[in-house]
């Protein structure tokens, strides 16, 4: 039954019509009698006790709950809030007398201009950098610069940043003279949200006891945030027909994810996989996608700076396509249109070259190459 809500003014209303027809003669209930007084108190009492019982009614509910209760109450189905994800980068550190040998650590700090956002340099033993036994970024004498991997000191969305904030080194670098970003930084994420967590638990609940694709999409989601993944089943990594088998292509939207992620997710989907089958869990093939337009700007319009603003809206539209997801070609007029009001058009929309739009397949996902706009 649904609590009906009432007003201080309807309780105190209530109250006196209930007063009065229970009298055998007129009460004094106007403003400042003692009686109205009595009411106008009950009221008050009235209305502390609504709100006690909306505090316990929305603590009883995953729907309603917030906060701490809504940890309080999935924590008693085994589930818990994703943590916030640190984003992701590079940076190049440069020097301007390349005359000897320098080295990078893992660890190094390196800050946005404005001092509000922290990295440190990762270690990547595939970077043709890597030194082992220093572990750290060797560049060589004659060699001006090293692009080096990096992650957030702190977790969460603060860490995603433009292109170019990033150019302090935190401590001095010997044989080292600049730092900086030409990509912008990816992947950080907030603690999960209410509403995330929500549907996160309606699915823990609608894949309990279940060998199903819901099943496993949900255990690919409890791994970290961001997570895109795409089930095909009775086929193999190949794309061979073979009954009972199933491959997950996993994508943390950057289309490399790394080797332990894949493993995490691996382990995952033990234990909800159905008896008898057979997994594997692959990143997704990339799918290049050139894009060229030309655009006209209005009378006054500064043309270099709407050219670069749609560039970057157009990169960032194609990187976000999700696993198997076709790239069509008239969205792309239509990103360059939304980014400015100074496009007045848009012609020669061409992807790899041709007029058609890009379709990646299953086990794919787009990613922008070359966005030439002029």
Same mark, same amino acid.
């Given at each position: ?64 709950? +917030? ?12 589930? +818990? ?12 550190? %440069?020097?301007?007398? *390349? ?5 990078? #650590? ?34 060589? %004498? ?10 957030? =000191? ?29 990509? #912008? ?68 939207? +950057?289309?490399? #994810? ?15 996989? *159905? ?16 894009? =060229? ?34 790239? #069509? ?32 397949? %299953?086990? =794919? ?10």
């Amino acid at each position: 039954m649904q609590l009906q809500l009432r007003t201080f003014d309807t309780i105190v209303a209530s109250a006196a019509a209930a007063v009065q027809g229970a009298a055998q003669q007129v009460l004094d209930l106007t403003v400042g009698s003692v009686l109205r007084a009595v009411l106008e108190a009950n009221a008050g009492l009235g209305l502390w006790v609504q709100w006690l019982i909306l505090q316990v009614l929305q603590t009883t509910r995953a729907a309603t709950s +917030t906060g701490a209760d809504l940890d309080s109450w999935v924590g008693d189905f085994t589930l +818990t809030r994703l943590p916030a994800s640190a984003a992701a980068g590079q940076v190049t550190f %440069a020097r301007f007398a *390349p005359v000897a040998a320098a080295l990078v #650590p893992v660890g190094t700090l390196v800050r946005t201009a404005d001092g509000s956002q922290t990295f440190a340099v990762t270690a990547d033993a595939t970077n043709t950098a890597w030194n082992a036994s220093q572990n750290g970024y060797l560049i060589p %004498a004659g060699t001006a610069a090293v692009t080096v991997p990096i992650a957030a =000191s702190v977790a969460g969305s603060g860490g995603n940043v433009q292109a170019g904030t990033i150019s302090l080194i935190a401590a001095a670098l010997s044989g080292v003279d600049t730092v900086s970003n030409a990509t #912008p930084t990816g992947g950080g994420l907030d603690g999960e949200t209410d509403a995330a967590l929500r549907a996160r638990f309606a699915a823990f609940l609608d894949s309990r006891s279940r060998a199903t694709a819901v099943a496993v999409g949900y255990a690919v989601s409890t791994v970290q945030q961001g997570l895109q993944c795409a089930i095909q089943e009775n086929v193999t990594q190949s794309g061979t027909p073979q009954a009972g088998c199933f491959v997950v292509t996993v994508d943390n939207g +950057t289309g490399t #994810p790394p080797a332990n992620l894949l493993a995490a997710v691996s382990q995952q989907i033990e234990t909800v996989r *159905p008896l008898g089958s057979i997994w594997t869990v692959v990143p997704p093939g990339v799918v290049g996608a050139n894009v =060229s337009m030309t655009i006209t700007t209005a009378a006054g319009a500064n043309h270099p700076n709407v050219v670069a603003a749609v560039t970057a809206a157009i990169t960032n539209f194609v990187d976000t396509r999700s696993i198997g997801e076709t790239l #069509p070609l008239s969205r792309l007029a239509q990103v360059a249109y939304d980014t400015s009001a100074q496009v007045v058009n848009v012609t020669n929309v061409l992807l790899n070259g041709v007029a058609a739009d890009l379709v990646p397949g %299953a086990g =794919s996902v787009v990613k922008a190459g070359a966005v030439a706009v002029s």
